[in-house]
């Protein structure tokens, strides 16, 4: 919404300054989105009068000036404008005065051998539109060395961005209104006088509603004028018009903006000799057209209002006028149609038909029901006043809907809502310059009625929103909110977990990313997605129509955007919601995702890299399990992942038949159709299939045992069939003699064809620690014996001779 | 005695001659071992009378005394050139770079909502979370926003598609319908934060499809507008670390709020260059309010006795501020480069005592 200082002071009376007028519009939540002061800028520049111009000796297009710059001061100044000649009065810069246009500051110097003291200016160099034909002639009465600022008037253009509750600040009154409410100048009496009546209209009005439609249109208010000459608007309201970026038409069409503008309140005048008949408010009907006043055809539904005549669709309520009937530079007759059009209604045209317009905008938050035949007569005065012409007897149809309501305020609501002790005063102050009715009741709670401008007052809440604005936010004291002693534990168990996972991860040196919750739907099938009811309606792109089914294919995409930019050794991981099971809400599942690509590392002198493998994979799901408080050691390793993984070098981590965790190598397939080079370990954690840990009594931890007697490693090569899982064969050794043994680990794996085709070797080191004293030889060759004797029962292994 | 003189001198001599370990050993062979020079002279001592035997006695061990510490000391004198011949053999160059460790990161947006938690934890909110896939009761209506309110059409939302029924999930444009969630579920008092992922359909600039948000509740009895102000006021300065950065409350609109403000921090450009702290302009970075009497009326909580208030701020925005990340976009690129430069150590983890940022 826009508007200048001068519009606003016809309705304001303040002495305020244009940057005070600003801040204050802001802090009553009508936010200024710019402000531009022409005035800013032209702090030195004054008012002088060109004495004399003769020729420059020593150039055909400059003259030499000698201008009285007031107070008796005589300068010599070089112009090269065609139009300096003796008798201006002209636009003086002095050296050390800053030219607005360019920035830079004027400097006292010699044009072509002869001294200039000083600078005629142009318009345009002031910033001041583009006239830069020559130097800017000025009104021959003004008074000699006053400065520019204070005889001509600039008029500041406010833009001011309205929130959609504020239907009232659509208009200069309404703004101007807040303004004087908040204690910044005088709201001035504004009176719209009937215009008395010379004839009967030949024009009636009816309004043609179904009754489930009858809010369509509740109230026309229309007027036939006739004899007006439609001209150009008179100087002030072309510039007010073209000041806030519309563009005088004609005098009529800028009546009705001006209007808008003003009041807040959007009207139609129709060339009334191209009218058929009677006006009428009615649905359309499926299919009708209208040509409207932007040059453009639209075909119409039956949800839609029209105005009509007896012949055809004139105009769309609220929305836009029909070119038809627009007028023109011949109109010689009118039809003013001021209307109250249901907001709803109003809005599903506009949006339906694509049609932005500055009475859709008023019409669709709300216009003022009690303005309606004083914006016909407003407009009826105007157009008399620009246009001539004489005026019929009005002609209404319908009635404005009842817009009293009192509201009960309990004052002590203001400080125990808003946070500031106001008197009763003051409240009803506040409320009386908003336009309310303000009626003390009896028990101490007002009785306010808010005015008909203001529709969105309809509660408690919204008056103490309303005091509160106009006291000032800023002078609503600070208070300290009220908080225990010590601060608690605010994350739950869950929540710590993710907190962890991504810090336990990142010390593994992967790096946390963040991608789309959605991804493509030419990936999410290979990751087991592409349910309809998770694809989107409305996507934004191609690329991201799905929710996405897994982290991976993400994680995927962003490896190989990384390796096309030559970082093709990388590790990603993001914890993030994964969509593959049901839409409900809820249905979405916490993942922990990681992708290593490429190599270990860089190429090194001493520790050489090797490609990402399964294992690499595997180890980052088993940590992020760790961090999330899992216990690794319980989870039990199955080769059975998914489809997208290589189905010879992946797994699964379940609990029980829970799957935990999905880890391996990328399978080659899904690399290829993703268009990103391999190998690529990946791994999945399902957070949520991780067991919270119990809530214990104490915190305190199991005592430590620790044994005084040293532990003692020995090492066993099984040669076992190739197909024989070395997990069994670890579990069968470390159960052998559950006491003493207490770490099994692999140490070599060797297949080749001294051992037989189908047979590989694994040795295993078994830590044996005694707890009540020293093993003996016999003791430790018996537990050996033990080892050997389980792990041939369970893998029919033997040790490897 | 000469003869021992002698021999003192000759053995002396070979210990001092030995030019390694091996030859020192050959000479306490000859000298001090079991068939040495010394050896057999003391087994000699046998034969001699008590006087002569105490005589000789004495010269012979002083001798075999003076020849052993001679070989000691060329002992350590040897074995400590040797280990210097070591060291100098094993000498590496130590400008080599060391062997190659990665450090991972920590993504700036976790790493803000860690923050966020923080601050707010402290203030006694408990972190609450909601689902991304919404319905309309959840995401609209009981924030009392009506069926015809623009932000319902296809323009700002994310819709899945239309049900049997005709209705519509959607994505939840705000972290607002986890307010209602809470409500539903919780008696008051409530003091929540909910920080989490949205999502709107635009796309440019200063817009990503996707973004975080972090919601604020608290209901009770007695919170006020003045509260709401103090407990912001004390979040931005905390958050910014900037003790004395203005804060402004402007009058605004939401639906599920009156008053409603939009909060504006105090910044200073000069220079090209963006500083939070005082300065004289402005930067909005949340929208805040009272709940709406409607809202508490959907979930079920009577608003003639409670009352409070809710925020909601987006994430990348204050940790663009914070930490000058200069495009919104950059956040959800996955470029590694921009991971390992705006990303943070794991070691980094905010807290209040143990401070914020680095």
């Given amino acids: 919404m826009k508007f200048t200082l001068s519009w606003l002071k016809q309705h304001l009376d303040t002495e305020a300054s244009v940057d005070d007028i600003g801040a204050r519009l802001t802090m009553l939540g009508l936010e200024v989105e710019s402000l531009e002061d022409p005035a800013k800028d032209l702090a030195g520049f004054t008012v002088a009068h060109v004495v004399e111009a003769v020729q420059h000796p020593n150039a055909d297009r400059l003259r030499v000036c000698t201008v009285d710059a007031g107070g008796g001061d005589r300068l010599q100044v070089v112009c090269g404008a065609p139009n300096a000649r003796a008798g201006l009065k002209v636009v003086l810069a002095r050296p050390g005065t800053r030219i607005p246009v360019t920035g830079d500051v004027l400097k006292k110097g010699a044009i072509r051998g002869v001294e200039s003291q000083g600078m005629m200016c142009s318009w345009r160099e002031l910033g001041l539109g583009e006239d830069h034909e020559g130097i800017a002639e000025l009104d021959p009465a003004l008074p000699v060395g006053r400065p520019l600022t204070e005889v001509v008037s600039f008029d500041p253009v406010f833009d001011v961005s309205i929130t959609p509750n504020r239907a009232d600040c659509l208009g200069v009154r309404g703004i101007a209104r807040d303004l004087a409410a908040s204690g910044l100048g005088t709201l001035k009496p504004f009176e719209v006088k009937p215009v008395p009546a010379r004839f009967p209209s030949p024009i009636s009005v009816s309004l043609n509603f179904p009754r489930e439609a009858a809010d369509a249109c509740p109230l026309f208010a229309g007027r036939y004028v006739r004899g007006v000459k439609n001209g150009e608007s008179p100087q002030w309201l072309k510039d007010r018009l073209v000041a806030i970026g519309l563009r005088p038409i004609s005098a009529l069409v800028d009546i009705t903006n001006y209007i808008t503008y003003d009041m807040a309140r959007p009207l139609h005048v129709f060339d009334a000799d191209r009218l058929t008949g009677n006006v009428q408010a009615r649905l359309a009907r499926p299919g009708e057209k209208l040509l409207a006043l932007n040059g453009k055809e639209y075909v119409l539904d039956e949800t839609m209002t029209v105005i009509a005549d007896d012949e055809r669709v004139e105009g769309l309520a609220g929305v836009i006028g029909g070119e038809e009937t627009g007028c023109t530079a011949e109109t010689a007759n009118v039809f003013i149609e001021a209307a109250l059009f249901d907001p709803l209604r109003t809005a599903a045209t506009g949006r339906k038909l694509e049609i932005l317009s500055d009475a859709r905008f008023r019409f669709e938050r709300g216009v003022d029901p009690a303005f309606v035949v004083p914006a016909m007569e407003m407009a009826t005065a105007m157009i008399l006043e620009l246009c001539g012409g004489e005026p019929s007897e009005p002609v209404i149809a319908g009635a404005a809907p009842d817009w009293h309501r009192v509201i009960g305020l309990r004052p002590q609501r203001v400080t125990s809502l808003g946070g500031v002790d106001l008197s009763t005063d003051a409240i009803t102050g506040i409320l009386t310059g908003l336009g309310c009715q303000v009626i003390p009741g009896a028990d101490g709670t007002l009785m306010v009625e808010p005015p008909s401008w203001r529709g969105d007052l309809t509660a408690e809440h919204d008056l103490v929103e309303e005091v509160i604005r106009i006291h000032g936010y800023d002078n609503v004291p600070v208070a300290t909110l009220p908080r225990a002693p010590m601060p608690r534990t605010v994350l739950t168990p869950t929540q710590r977990r993710g907190v962890a996972v991504r810090r336990g991860l990142a010390g593994r040196g992967m790096i946390e990313t963040v991608t789309w919750s959605f991804t493509s739907s030419a990936f999410a099938p290979s990751f087991g997605g592409g349910k309809p009811d998770l694809a989107l309606a409305n996507p934004i792109s191609s690329d991201l129509d799905v929710m996405r089914p897994s982290v991976l294919p993400n994680l995927i995409a962003a490896a190989g955007r990384n390796a096309d930019r030559g970082a093709k050794d990388l590790a990603l991981f993001e914890v993030g919601p994964q969509f593959d099971g049901g839409a409900e809400p809820g249905q979405q599942r916490q993942v922990v995702g990681g992708v290593r690509a490429g190599r270990t590392g860089p190429r090194h002198w001493n520790a050489p890299p090797r490609a990402v493998d399964a294992f690499d994979a595997k180890a980052d799901a088993l940590a992020t399990i760790a961090a999330a408080g899992g216990n690794p050691d319980s989870l039990q390793v199955a080769a059975d992942a998914p489809s997208w993984y290589h189905p010879g070098r992946s797994g699964s981590l379940k609990l029980g038949n829970k799957v935990v965790a999905w880890f391996g190598e990328v399978h080659p397939r899904v690399l290829k159709t993703m268009d990103v080079a391999g190998p690529l370990a990946a791994f999945e954690v399902f957070l949520d299939a991780i067991p919270l840990p119990k809530a214990r009594p104490t915190k305190a931890r199991p005592l430590l045992k620790a044994s005084p007697f040293q532990p003692v490693e020995r090492d066993f090569a099984f040669v076992v069939d190739a197909t024989v899982p070395a997990a069994t064969l670890i579990k069968a050794a470390r159960d052998a003699d559950k006491q003493l043994i207490t770490e099994v680990s692999v140490f070599d794996l060797f297949e080749g064809p001294s051992l037989g085709e189908g047979r590989k070797s694994l040795a295993i080191a078994v830590t044996l620690q005694p707890t009540e004293k020293t093993l003996t030889d016999a003791e430790i060759e018996a537990v050996g014996q033990k080892i050997v004797a389980a792990v041939g029962k369970a893998t029919g292994g033997t040790l490897r001779g | ?358």
């Fill in chain 2, 1 to 358: 005695m000469d003869k021992l003189e002698t021999l003192r001198a000759e053995l002396v001599a070979a210990v001092t001659a030995a030019a390694d370990l091996a030859a020192l050993d050959e000479v306490r062979v000859t000298a001090l071992g079991k068939k040495g020079r010394v050896t057999e002279l003391m087994k000699s001592l046998g034969g001699m009378s008590p006087e002569e035997r105490k005589a000789a006695g004495a010269a012979l061990n002083s001798l075999k005394d003076e020849v052993a510490a001679a070989i000691e000391a060329r002992k350590a004198e040897l074995e400590a050139a040797e280990l210097d011949l070591r060291l100098a053999r094993e000498r590496v160059d130590v400008t080599l770079p060391a062997r190659p460790e990665e450090t991972g990161r920590i993504h700036p947006i976790s790493q803000t909502m860690d923050e966020i938690v923080a601050i707010f934890g402290q203030m006694g909110f408990e972190v609450a979370e909601g689902p991304d896939i919404e319905d309309d009761f959840h995401n609209f209506t009981a924030l009392n926003i009506p069926p015809e309110h623009p932000a319902r059409s296809m323009h700002d939302t994310f819709f899945l598609p239309e049900r049997a029924d005709g209705s519509r999930l959607l994505l939840r444009t705000h972290t607002s319908p986890v307010q209602i969630r809470t409500m539903q579920t919780t008696k008051p008092p409530i003091r929540i934060i909910a920080p989490g992922r949205t999502y709107r359909c635009d796309s440019d600039m200063t817009h990503t499809p996707m973004f975080h948000q972090v919601e604020g509740l608290i209901i009770d009895k007695t919170t006020h507008f003045g509260h709401l102000k103090g407990c912001l006021i004390e979040f931005v300065r905390t958050y910014f670390e900037v003790d004395d950065v203005p804060v402004r409350f402007r009058p605004s609109f939401f639906p599920f709020t009156e008053p409603s403000a939009e909060v504006d921090i105090g910044c200073s450009r000069a220079g090209g260059e963006l500083k939070i702290g005082p300065g004289g302009d402005w930067l909005e970075i949340l929208g805040c309010g009272m709940v709406h009497p409607n809202v508490l009326r959907a979930c079920g909580i009577d608003p003639d006795e409670y009352q409070g208030f809710a925020f909601g701020m987006g994430i990348e925005r204050i940790a663009m501020l914070k930490y000058g990340i200069p495009d919104l976009r950059t956040f959800f690129e996955s470029d590694l480069r921009w991971l390992k430069h705006y990303g943070f150590v794991p070691l980094d983890v905010p807290s209040l005592t143990g401070g914020l940022t680095r």
